[in-house]
């Protein structure tokens, strides 16, 4: 049986909530970890299939980028940074961050990235009716699922510090390491 030595982390949210700049900030403190944007991991392992045209997105083949997930995650030291999570085995993931804002906020955000007034509409009631968190708490166990508010850059800062105190604590805990393999 193989460990790994460093946790995998998700990090989600809706779109414009601020999953990029948390994961970004947290690997420029912690070294040790890979940003997985899967947005950009996608685009660049040939995993997109297609494109959503009323959704303005690109349509990923999940199964062939789990494929390619899996022996990274084997190692440890994902930080994955995607707008869904429940797709990523349970057995490979230590800590789910839901990354929340206030609709004002998030509206604000998408409108400067030029975003359709449909794919507003959608992603802040996405953020209003709590889609992530609650596929979040569904898919892993709600003991690793973490909730957390980021509309400024004191709160991003006062989250990448929590992370990072929760990865230290994950380190003290498991000083072997964990396996990826089914229990």
């Not at 303005?56 to 995650?73: G, Q």
């Not at 929760?166 to 000083?175: D, I």
């Amino acid at each position: 049986m193989t460990l790994r030595k460093l946790p995998n982390i998700i990090i989600t949210g809706t779109p414009g909530c601020g999953k990029t700049s948390h994961a970004e900030e947290f690997v420029s403190q912690n070294p040790e970890f890979t940003h997985i944007n899967v947005s950009e991991f996608a685009k660049a392992n040939g995993c997109i299939e297609g494109y959503d045209e009323e959704r303005d997105s690109s349509i990923v083949n999940e199964d062939r980028m789990l494929d390619l997930l899996e022996t990274m995650s084997e190692k440890g030291g994902l930080v994955i940074d995607w707008h869904c999570c429940e797709i990523f085995p349970e057995r490979w993931i230590d800590l789910v961050v839901v990354i929340r804002c206030k609709n004002t906020v998030l509206y604000e955000r998408l409108e400067k990235r030029g975003y359709k007034q449909s794919k507003i509409t959608e992603n802040v009631e996405c953020e209003i009716m709590q889609v992530l968190l609650t596929e979040a708490m569904e898919s892993y166990n709600p003991n690793i699922v973490v909730e957390l508010r980021s509309e400024d850059v004191d709160s991003l800062d006062e989250n990448v510090f929590r992370i990072s105190q929760w990865y230290q604590l994950w380190k003290k805990n498991n000083p072997d390491g964990v396996s990826n393999e089914l229990e």
